[in-house]
Nanobody, 122 residues
Framework: VQLQASGGGLVQAGDSLRLSCAASGRTFSTSAMAWFRQAAGKEREFVAAIGWGSGRTLYANSVKGRFTISRDDAKNTVDLQMNILKPEDTAVYYC????????????????WGHGTLVTVSS
């Protein structure tokens, strides 16, 4: 599976931004997809994940209520709608894929896309 993330940019605190990840591969509809982020000088951290089938979602506490992950299996895309952005959301955002259920650990994801930079100014 190859992943391509897009949609990053420079916004002000309180603004919204929508990231999208396009995936290639025939197993997308039976895969879990996730977004992670990595701020400068910090480790990559989990943001949100969505499973296949029932579409069970998981969110980091820091984004719960502000971010929404969704998927479109017909288009092989997974989006991350980010609302009420804060300066601490500034990071490179990565989409990731794994064959099994949604998870929060970086090491459980098998495929990664190149990141897209999100910068939130105060």
């Amino acid at each position: 599976v190859q992943l391509q993330a897009s949609g990053g940019g420079l916004v002000q605190a309180g603004d919204s931004l929508r990231l999208s990840c396009a995936a290639s591969g025939r197993t997308f509809s039976t895969s879990a997809m996730a977004w992670f982020r990595q701020a400068a000088g910090k480790e990559r951290e989990f943001v949100a994940a969505i499973g296949w089938g029932s579409g069970r979602t998981l969110y980091a506490n820091s984004v719960k209520g502000r971010f929404t992950i969704s998927r479109d299996d017909a288009k092989n895309t997974v989006d991350l709608q980010m609302n009420i952005l804060k300066p601490e959301d500034t990071a490179v955002y990565y989409c990731a894929h794994r064959q099994l259920t949604a998870a929060t650990m970086t090491s459980l994801y098998e495929n990664w896309g190149h990141g897209t930079l999100v910068t939130v100014s105060s």
